[in-house]
T-cell receptor
């Protein structure tokens, strides 16, 4: 089975802190994604990456950056955390192109609270 | 981006079939239709996907209209474990054609009554 592992399930950080959310997948997938999920807003794409060192902005990239130095690892970085970034963050991966019908696999989510 | 429209919520009884509708009138010819579901406090999980023909797997069936402007996810016998938010999603190709992403809407909250 494909496994997408998010390093932290629950985090509490202070406003202004730099926050790293780590994600690792074990199936050699090219594509990796970071979403956030908020009540009433559904899942929104922050960034995605289709190859090592490659990235593209999603729908809400402001306040975030990403890093993909190795194929299996995709990190989401909050340079200076703010309270409006309190949310559940979901990492996902897929083989080649999701649009061709390849399944996208999600991690269990990281609940971030910024105080 | 092609958009999907789903009812906010639906209710079913245990062991009865459930038909979850999705409208996607602006679907393009190369868009796949994907269904995912999300159980409480978990990440979404894949249910089924298709392009033009109806599809079956061990979890569900996907019925796609002939004009592809709508589809229906069919759970043949709902169980309490099927209570979840169900997302109908279309694939999206960016202008460069090399990168793909799935855009999630708000989904349908399915309640299953014992």
């Amino acid at each position: 089975d494909v496994k997408v592992t998010q390093s932290s399930r629950y985090l509490v950080k202070r406003t202004g802190e730099k926050v790293f959310l780590e994600c690792v997948q074990d199936m050699d997938h090219e594509n990796m994604f970071w979403y956030r999920q908020d009540p009433g807003l559904g899942l929104r794409l922050i960034y995605f990456s289709y190859d090592v060192k490659m990235k593209e902005k999603g729908d809400i990239p402001e306040g975030y950056s990403v890093s993909r130095e190795k194929k299996e690892r995709f990190s989401l970085i909050l340079e200076s955390a703010s309270t409006n970034q309190t949310s559940m963050y979901l990492c996902a991966s897929s083989l080649l192109r999701a649009g061709t019908g390849n399944t996208i696999y999600f991690g269990e989510g990281s609940w971030l609270t910024v105080v | 981006d092609a958009k999907t429209t789903q009812p906010n919520s639906m209710e079913s009884n245990e062991e009865e079939p459930v038909h979850l509708p999705c409208n996607h009138s602006t679907i393009s010819g190369t868009d796949y239709i994907h269904w995912y579901r999300q159980l409480p406090s978990q990440g979404p999980e894949y249910v089924i996907h298709g392009l033009t023909s109806n599809v079956n797997n061990r979890m569900a069936s996907l019925a796609i209209a002939e004009d592809r402007k709508s589809s229906t996810l069919i759970l043949h016998r709902a169980t309490l474990r099927d209570a979840a938010v169900y997302y109908c999603i279309l694939s999206f190709h960016n202008s460069g054609g090399s990168n793909y992403k799935l855009t999630f809407g708000k989904g349908t909250l399915l309640t299953v009554n014992p």
